[in-house]
């Protein structure tokens, strides 16, 4: 049974936090069907992957890159997220806020911010897309997980060189994961709204990739998609079937694909611009 409306506070994580914060995105990944495939065919372990991420990340200035952790009264880290900073340092003013609704985080913007993200909502235009043709050192005679690994890098590079071009100033959501015991329950909302408060004080737009279940987390805060990634799992499985629970979906509005199918994983590439809120 879930917990109702923990009292959360987010707080700037520390190198000794580093295994707990892997724990929990090994936990918020184990039904993400991308990652299960890979640890299926790869024998990848995303909570060791993490743990170098994480090390990476903290070793960064924090000016530059700050990760926070969202924190219960009784002490237990249930999510984190890594926000970076693009051509420009932050420089926290004053302590990093506590929990609060994306609805209060968004009112304090006032109509200036409505009329900001209604003409976001209308001129927003998806980036072109990656390159259609097979890059030479993306052989059909590599295993097809290497293949779709390849697929997804060469993506993420091409989307992060438009997004983030030099001499741009925007702020990067890294990362962000909250525990399956807490989802649904404001914590991811107030981790990306920690982001994008100092986005919109800093006068800047600010982007993240998008794993196939969270975009409409982003969306609610005044994310947009402006680029994709879509590829059907089932070409890169090489014949192994999918075990994850039968709740676990596929694609964006896809029907029943069948036991065993992995279905269709879309990365969408989003971005928000300054002031950009949800308007009901």
Partial sequence: MQPSSPTINLLPATLADIPILATVSHAAFAKDKHTHLKALLAGYDHG?????????????????????????????????????FAGFEHHAQSPIPSQSSPETSSSSAGTKASDQVKKHESTTE???PPPTTTPADVSERKPAIQRLGQLTSLAMSHYASLLTPPGSKCVILAAINVSPSHQSLGIGSS?????????????????????????????????????RLSVVLDDYAEGVACDLDAEVKGGEDEEEDGKGKWGEYVWRYMRREVGAV???
Avoid: N, Q
């Avoid at 200035?61 to 002490?75: F, H, L, Y």
């Avoid at 006068?203 to 680029?227: I, P, Q, T």
């Fill in 126 to 128: 998806m980036l072109p």
């Fill in 191 to 227: 981790l990306i709204t920690w982001g994008t408060r100092i986005a919109d004080t800093e006068g800047v737009y600010s982007w993240v990739s998008s794993s196939h279940d969270g975009y409409r987390a982003f969306e609610k805060c005044g994310f947009r998609e402006v680029g």
């Fill in 48 to 84: 060791a992957v993490m743990i170098e991420a994480l090390a990476s990340w903290m070793s960064r200035p924090a000016s530059k890159c700050t990760v926070i952790k969202a924190v219960t009264s009784e002490g237990e880290i249930v999510g984190w997220a890594c926000w970076a």
């Fill in 278 to 280: 949800v308007i009901a």
